[in-house]
């Protein structure tokens, strides 16, 4: 069996080129670092060194064997590095941020049932849209909304939730029909404000695609839960991800119903900023327990790819163009 010490032993040898600076690096004397390298290769049964003009240079069988060496050599670090880990006790504070369109019952049980698991822990929650400066400093974890932030913190996608355009069956009751998304921009708005800033693009398997501008809300919402409150009562029109409509039909049936069959909006991408490197025990469990927490309607959520006829924010009017020619 070989020995980690006359492996470790080699190494530093053939990095150093000689003893005297391998032995000055590991703090062993000459005569211990010479008697170990001599059994490594009894174990091994070929020479790995040779002397050349005062330097220690590999054979054939050693260049064959550094590799492995340093191989086993990793190896070990990473098992006494996850040893460590398992000693680290799960304790402490957490800062953790929410997106507000993050914010839901899942998320707050996912926490609630850490916290279950490792008494010692505390978390310190807070919803926010903008991210801090300081977030990557003060080892923030956020539950992000939207794509990669690139703000200094690790981004990490969760789910791609596919969304569409919805409205209360009495709003559509008393409004011209939604035909096409050109329709869009005649009725009221429900959402956030800044969703619209660059238009709604609505994506649809043979019409390709639209940019529409609906017409600016006078009420902004950063919440889900109250956006959907206000188009539960007729309002308006707004996107929200399918998955959540289906769970709120489920308990109050046909209170929102979609107004564009056929017609998709751009997935709601839900993902985790943390720090980058290696991270805490207490920050590694508490992202793989929000990752085990994810709804199970939500796990695997990927939008349909759908041919397309421009790229995001490009305007595609196809068929304006067609009538007014």
């Excluded at 190896?75 to 997106?99: F, I, K, P």
């Excluded at 790229?311 to 196809?318: I, N, S």
Aim: net charge neutral; aromatic share 8%; with cysteine.
């Amino acid at each position: 069996m070989l020995d980690l010490i006359e492996i470790k032993i080699f190494c530093a040898v053939v990095e150093c080129g000689g003893l005297t600076a391998a032995a000055d690096q590991l703090g062993f004397p000459k005569s211990t670092m010479s008697r170990r390298l001599a059994q490594l290769e009894l174990r091994v049964g070929q020479p790995l060194l040779r002397r050349q003009s005062n330097r220690l240079q590999l054979t054939e069988a050693g260049r064959l064997f550094e590799s492995y060496a340093r191989q086993m050599l990793r190896l070990s670090q990473q098992g006494l590095q996850v040893m460590e880990d398992l000693r680290e006790e799960v304790s402490g504070e957490l800062q953790v941020r929410c997106h507000p369109v993050c914010a839901e019952t899942w998320f707050v049980e996912a926490l609630e049932s850490f916290l279950e698991h490792y008494p010692g822990a505390r978390i310190s929650l807070k919803t926010d849209e903008q991210l801090s400066p300081n977030s990557a400093a003060q080892g923030e974890i956020w539950c992000w909304f939207g794509t990669d932030p690139e703000c200094g913190l690790r981004y990490e996608p969760l789910v791609q939730l596919p969304a569409s355009l919805y409205a209360s069956p009495d709003y559509l009751a008393g409004q011209q029909p939604i035909q096409h998304p050109r329709d869009v921009s005649t009725h009221d708005w429900i959402g956030e404000g800044a969703t619209i800033n660059d238009g709604v693009l609505l994506r649809h398997r043979q019409e390709g695609e639209y940019l529409c501008q609906p017409t600016p809300s006078r009420l902004l919402f950063d919440d889900v839960g109250m956006q959907i409150s206000a188009m539960r009562r007729g309002r308006g029109i707004g996107i929200l991800p399918d998955t959540r409509v289906r769970a709120l039909n489920r308990a109050h049936p046909d209170s929102l119903i979609p107004c564009l069959p056929g017609w998709q909006a751009v997935p709601w991408q839900v993902g985790l900023l943390y720090p980058y490197g290696r991270q805490p025990r207490k920050v590694s469990a508490l992202l793989a327990h929000i990752r085990s927490a994810l709804p199970p309607s939500w796990r695997g959520c990927k939008l349909d790819k759908l041919p397309t006829r421009c790229e995001h924010g490009a305007l595609y009017r196809e068929r304006d163009l067609a009538n007014e020619l």
